[in-house]
């Protein structure tokens, strides 16, 4: 085993010694001969991993005196250095910096051991770094100063510290007027997404307001082009109070809008931050993981980089007085914006308090505004948002105080009653439904004419439906196409929704703009319970009802022509003799047009002859419905319970014909090789199979049926236009097919009509 032998992760035994804080072992493994600048897999070496161990001081000495480089930097850029900064290792960092160590190198992110410092709060290594000559004015990830990390995080010391030592200075001469000497830096320069040291003060909620504020530009109050946010604009959305007492008492403008036309009273009403520490136990110790991924949320939606901000340490009650007292604060600064908050802003802080379900704040605006319908750039108001999303308490604060339940957005006409129901907030529709705002609030309609009963059973929510039964609603009320609730109860096969409508007397034969009853809904969609209730209340209603469309389907039309077998048995059950009724387009031709051989084996079963020859208004028989969809099966099925071969229709075509002119290959194949159908029929412009095969340019179909024939009477017959079928391909360039009928001995010389 070599003494540099590395693991899966690239740690010889000296970096696990120096990890581990053994300095007798480092002693010995460095005695032997071990590499101290052996990179480890991230690029760090037994020095950086002294630097940065708990009891490591010892071993970090004795690889600094057997000539370890102090200025090592791993992939992402790290020296040792910047390891002792982490945490704060004050003795190592003073032994790196005595043997060579570079104070101002930085990582890959521009960040010096200085910003790290910052970062973590490391004041008395602050001190130390800046002793010995570090960079304040460096900047480091985003263009930030060591002062940004400081004051982001809640550093009070250490942002002291460096307001101590690194603020902007110059020296000017008497003479000339010039600066002959200057350091630190600006405290109001922006990072490279154009935040101040303040903004970052606002965002972290870890410092006062003042700690920033006397060092700062009247302009640093003020928005920077990117992200166009004010420091208020992230205290309000933090939640820090005292910042937003401190900047707004230093002149922050309270109705500056940012580049989404948001105020800090937007971001006020939004802000979620008065859960952030409501703990079960109450230890405002227990929450801190919840707060840090809360603050990465809020700093997500500021559209900053996601940096973990210092946890908030208050009680929640605390918390939440304080959001509600900022709220009123703001309040009271910014009538003028919101008196004309529909046309000049796309979303009110009462919207956002709506969305996010913060009550309280939602009750202060409540309280404050006159007019609680103001509506979005889509149409909807607050009591519209908090409906859809469930919030029942913020519901009750805005009917509570007058916010109107008949308000119709824009896009669908719905009502917060549309919404309640569509969504299945019961409660929330109770309360609206109990505004009593008008006696017919029930049967409000949207675009589509389509009422919150409708919705609500579309979506199957029985609890909705019942109370908006028992509250008046209009059973039989139809939508513009005539469709009332019970159409889509069929449609969704919702059994409790279907028996509630009953009860309340909806009629069970109503009829849509196409003359379709429930019946036919529930047949063409397989619901067969509800098809059994609805069938059993239309004998009650009317048993001499038809139940045809107007189009004169049944529904067993639309349960053969679906493939529900379960359906098409029950309404056999219920009357055989449906099918004789209304349009003579059979059940059995809708079967065998779409494909559906289980419902197309139980009519020809249960009826026989009766149906398999029956014709429909144009002369066809379901075996041309077959063809005509090239459903072999179909075919098959019908020949076997004795259908004609060659029934022709009103037009004087075949089933072969049919599907020739189709160029359905396998239906043209079936009914040439093994029903043996006709192919000398002529239709009433005496057309051939084969002529019309050619018409359509199906080569292949005329191919087979040439295969079956050497009749010259056939292959020259003349259409009523005086075309053979050689005129017909040569002109559709069927290259295989004239070439056949030539060597068949189609005749050259014969000419049609036109010559």
């Given at each position: ?14 970096h696990?010694?120096c ?21 480890n897999?991230?690029g ?7 630097a ?5 001081a010892?071993c970090l ?5 057997n ?29 790196l910096?005595q ?9 890959k ?7 790290v410092?910052?970062?973590?709060g490391h ?11 570090a ?8 263009d ?15 942002c002291?510290k460096?307001l101590s ?10 003479l ?18 154009g935040?101040t040291?303040?903004h ?12 920033l ?29 005292q910042?937003t007492?401190t900047?707004?008492?230093?002149g922050a403008s309270?109705?500056?809008?940012d ?15 008065y ?13 801190d993981?919840?707060?840090?991924k809360?603050s ?17 340490r208050?009680?929640?009650?605390e ?6 007292s900022?709220?009123l604060?703001?309040?009271?600064m910014?009538?003028n ?7 000049t802003?796309?979303v ?5 308090a ?8 939602l009750?202060t605006?409540?309280e ?15 009591l519209?948002?908090?409906t ?6 913020c ?6 105080h ?15 009653l549309?919404?309640?129901?569509a969504?299945?907030?019961?409660d929330?529709?109770?309360l ?14 949207d ?37 009332t ?15 509630a409508l ?26 067969l ?14 048993p ?9 389907f049944?529904?067993?039309?639309w349960?053969?022509y679906?493939g529900?077998?379960d359906?098409l048995e ?17 059940p059995?031709?809708?079967a ?14 249960a009826l ?10 144009k002369?066809?028989?379901p ?8 459903n ?19 037009l ?6 049919m599907a ?12 040439l ?6 192919i000398?029929v002529?239709?009433?412009?005496k057309?051939?199979?084969?002529h ?6 199906h080569e ?7 295969g079956?024939t050497?009749?010259?009477?056939l ?7 005086l075309?053979m079928?050689l005129?017909?391909?040569a002109r ?9 009928l030539?060597?068949r001995?189609?005749?050259v010389?014969?000419?049609d009509?036109?010559?």
């Open positions: 085993l070599q003494i540099d032998e590395a693991n899966s992760f690239g740690n010889t035994a000296l696990i010694a990890y581990m804080g053994q300095d007798a072992v480092a002693n010995e493994l460095v005695n032997y001969g071990a590499n101290v600048n052996q990179p897999e991230k760090f070496t037994p020095l950086h991993f002294a940065v161990s708990t009891n490591g010892l000495e004795l690889l600094v005196n000539g370890a480089d102090v200025n090592f930097q791993s992939k992402e850029g790290k020296s040792p250095l910047h390891m002792a900064a982490i945490h704060g290792r004050f003795t190592r960092s003073q032994i910096i043997n060579g160590s570079e104070i101002d190198c930085a990582d992110y521009g960040n010096t051991p200085l910003h410092a910052a970062r973590y004041e008395l290594l602050i001190s130390t770094l800046m002793t010995n000559g960079d304040t004015a460096r900047r480091g990830i985003h930030m100063f060591p002062l940004h990390l400081a004051v982001l995080f809640g550093f009070s010391d250490c002291r460096l030592s690194g603020q902007l200075y110059s020296i000017v001469s008497s000339s007027n010039e600066h002959v000497l200057s350091a630190g830096f600006d405290i109001n320069t922006p990072d490279n997404l935040r040291c303040l970052a003060a606002a965002s972290g909620g870890g410092l006062p307001g003042h700690a504020c006397p060092g700062c530009a009247p302009s640093a109050l003020s928005p920077l082009p990117s992200p166009s946010r004010t420091p208020l604009h992230y205290a309000a959305a933090n939640g820090s109070y910042c007492v900047l707004v008492t230093a309270i109705n500056e809008a580049c989404k036309g948001c105020t800090p009273l937007h971001y006020a009403a939004a802000s979620d931050t859960r952030r520490a409501e703990t079960p136990s109450g230890n405002s110790h227990d929450g993981e919840e707060p840090l809360e990465r949320l809020k700093e997500a939606f500021l559209s900053l980089p996601a940096q973990p901000i210092c946890a908030w208050s009680p929640w009650v918390d939440l007085l304080m959001v509600v900022l709220l604060q703001l309040l009271e910014s009538f914006c919101l008196e004309d908050v529909e046309s802003i796309p009110s802080p009462l919207h956002l709506a969305y996010n379900g913060h009550c309280e704040a009750k605006l409540a404050t505004l006159v007019n609680l319908d103001v509506r979005d750039h889509k149409g909807r108001t607050a519209y948002l908090a859809e999303r469930g919030s029942t308490e519901v009750e604060v805005l009917t509570s007058g916010a109107s339940a008949l308000v119709k957005e824009r896009k669908r006409k719905w009502t917060p549309h919404a309640a129901a969504n299945g907030n019961t929330s529709l109770h609206l439904l109990d505004s009593g705002e008008r006696a017919d609030i029930t049967d409000v309609m675009i589509h004419g389509q009422t919150p009963l409708m919705l609500a059973i579309m979506n199957g929510h029985v609890d909705c439906v019942h109370l908006l039964l028992e509250k008046g609603s209009t059973a039989d009320a139809a939508d513009k196409r005539g469709r609730a019970l159409h889509r109860g069929a449609v969704t096969g919702c059994e409790d929704c279907l028996a009953l009860d309340h007397d909806a009629f069970v034969l109503c009829r849509d703009f196409k003359g379709r009853t429930p019946i036919h809904f529930a047949s063409a969609c397989g619901h319970e509800v098809l059994r209730t609805l069938l059993q209340a239309a004998l009650s209603t009317d001499l009802d038809s139940v045809v469309d107007y189009s004169g049944s529904p067993m039309h349960a053969s679906s529900h077998e359906c029950l309404l056999l059950e219920h009357n055989p003799f449906a099918y004789l009724e209304g349009n003579p387009f059979t059995l031709h809708c065998v047009i779409n494909n559906q051989d289980g419902t197309a084996e139980m009519l020809v079963e026989g002859a009766k149906i398999v020859n029956s014709r429909d208004a002369g066809r028989t075996l041309h419905a077959a063809a005509f969809a090239d072999v099966h179909g075919l098959q099925l019908l020949l076997r319970h004795q259908a004609e071969v060659d029934p022709t229709d009103k004087g075509r075949t089933p072969l014909m020739s002119e189709n160029g359905h290959t396998a239906a043209v194949e079936f009914l090789y093994q029903a043996k159908a006709n000398t002529l239709d009433v412009n057309n051939t199979a084969l019309l095969a050619c018409s359509k340019g292949k179909c005329a191919l087979l049926i040439l079956e050497q009749d010259l009477g292959i020259n017959a003349s259409n009523s236009a075309q079928p005129h017909i391909a559709n360039g069927l290259a295989s097919v004239v070439q056949a030539l060597s001995g189609a005749t010389l014969a000419v009509e036109e010559g």
